[in-house]
């Protein structure tokens, strides 16, 4: 059973820092790529970040380029997104899911909760 369990979201000002962590199970964690999604209220889950298996290329959203940086650790089965220069219009839910350019999995975790707000 597919489990992704997300954590460390919060409340922020806007120009502040908050890094999620996602811990995953229920499937090979280190053969998948990895990603980050959000959902704002009122719209839809939009993919954030993606990482392959093994590190290296990965592919942000262009509202968060040069800001969020995602990693994973393949020995702890976690995956990271570090987020600085926040801003309110990131204000979301923030999910982790396997696979690259779209979710390899229908079972999501409940998310975390990030607010950017002064």
């Known amino acids: 059973q597919v489990q992704l369990v997300e954590s460390g979201g919060g409340l922020v000002q806007p120009g502040g820092s908050l890094r999620l962590s996602c811990a995953a199970s229920?499937?090979?964690?280190?053969?998948?790529?990895m990603s980050w999604y959000r959902q704002a209220p009122g719209k839809e889950r939009e993919l954030v970040a993606a990482i392959p298996s093994a590190g290296g290329w990965t592919n942000y959203a262009d509202s968060v380029k040069g800001r969020f940086t995602i990693s994973r650790d393949n020995a702890k089965n976690t995956v990271y997104l570090q987020m600085n220069s926040l801003k309110p219009e990131d204000t979301a839910v923030y999910y982790c899911n396997a696979g690259y350019r779209k979710p390899e999995y229908s079972d999501w975790g409940q998310g975390t909760q990030v607010t950017v707000s002064s």
């Open positions: 229920g499937f090979t964690f280190s053969i998948n790529a």
